[in-house]
DNA sequence: TTGCATTTACGAAAACCTTCGTATATTTGA
DNA sequence: TCAAATATACGAAGGTTTTCGTAAATGCAA
């Protein structure tokens, strides 16, 4: 089992990979260019060094090729929370998560969501 | 108000500073690397890069400085969190939350924690 | 005092990330 | 058909991060 680490560009990637599902690299740039100003070039090279790296896999049937994320949202997400917990707030989730709530907005139905959880985590024992 | 986005070395010399308050080199150092094979004068540069960044300052007062910490834990805690938060959860600390106690174990205790805190978000409102 | 240990400063190598230019192949439409 | 558009591959530049070697200054101990 190999941790996922993916740098900030490949995670962006990852991300409208998750969102879009399969795309093609012009599919990915469309959107990794919104909010940059990135040549088409530079989207196909981060691209292929997430394939070369295994972060996904491509079907090269046909001239343009088909990309998908071969490391699942939930997984990533999990790895990359893992490392910050344990790098920065020694190993504890829930110091991160006293940190998370009280810096940031929640919602009433955000609140009780966790409320559900937290209650389904003291079921669990 | 800049960002504060420190590396993964400097964020590991950073924990050092504001758990050991004031040091010289040589003691970061020697936490600095129980971990990492690295050579004293690794740990020096990152430090003096760091100085040069304005993440510490240090009293130069005696031939061996003195460094500290210029960002606080807390507020660096909330930055690199926020970011996380923003590229990796839709800007959404809940749902990084859910992620977190989803994945990670916790005490009764520290759940006892969460709960308090979500009662005081409650009346907040 | 003199030589060894410790410290800082500095430069530069090595690795990694991001970016793009160019070459080549393929498809398409006028 | 053939030129323009589109795709991949590749190399390399430029930036940042990490690492260390070496030089110079300072402190210490025999």
Same mark, same amino acid.
């Given at each position: 089992? /190999?941790a &996922?680490?993916?740098?900030?560009?490949e995670l962006?990637?990852?991300k409208?990979?998750? =969102? %879009?599902g399969e795309c093609t690299?012009?599919?990915?740039? !469309?959107?990794f260019? =919104?909010?940059k !100003?990135v040549?088409?070039?530079?989207?196909? *090279?981060?691209m292929?060094?997430m394939?070369?790296?295994?972060?996904? !896999?491509? #079907?090269? %049937?046909q *001239?343009? $090729? &088909?990309?998908?994320?071969l490391?699942s949202? #939930?997984?990533?997400?999990k @790895?990359?929370?893992g *490392?910050?917990? /344990?790098d920065?707030?020694d190993?504890?989730?829930?110091?991160?998560?006293? @940190?998370?709530l009280g810096? $940031?907005q +929640?919602? #009433? %139905? !955000?609140?009780e969501k966790?409320? %559900?959880?937290? +209650?389904e985590l =003291?079921?669990k *024992?």
């Amino acid at each position: 089992m /190999k941790a &996922i680490k993916p740098t900030e560009s490949e995670l962006e990637i990852l991300k409208i990979l998750w =969102e %879009q599902g399969e795309c093609t690299v012009r599919q990915v740039h !469309e959107i990794f260019a =919104e909010n940059k !100003e990135v040549g088409y070039t530079t989207t196909l *090279k981060l691209m292929q060094i997430m394939h070369s790296k295994g972060l996904v !896999e491509r #079907d090269e %049937q046909q *001239k343009t $090729h &088909i990309y998908r994320a071969l490391v699942s949202r #939930d997984k990533t997400e999990k @790895q990359v929370l893992g *490392k910050l917990i /344990k790098d920065m707030f020694d190993g504890s989730a829930v110091r991160m998560v006293m @940190q998370a709530l009280g810096s $940031h907005q +929640a919602s #009433d %139905q !955000e609140l009780e969501k966790i409320k %559900q959880l937290l +209650a389904e985590l =003291e079921n669990k *024992k």
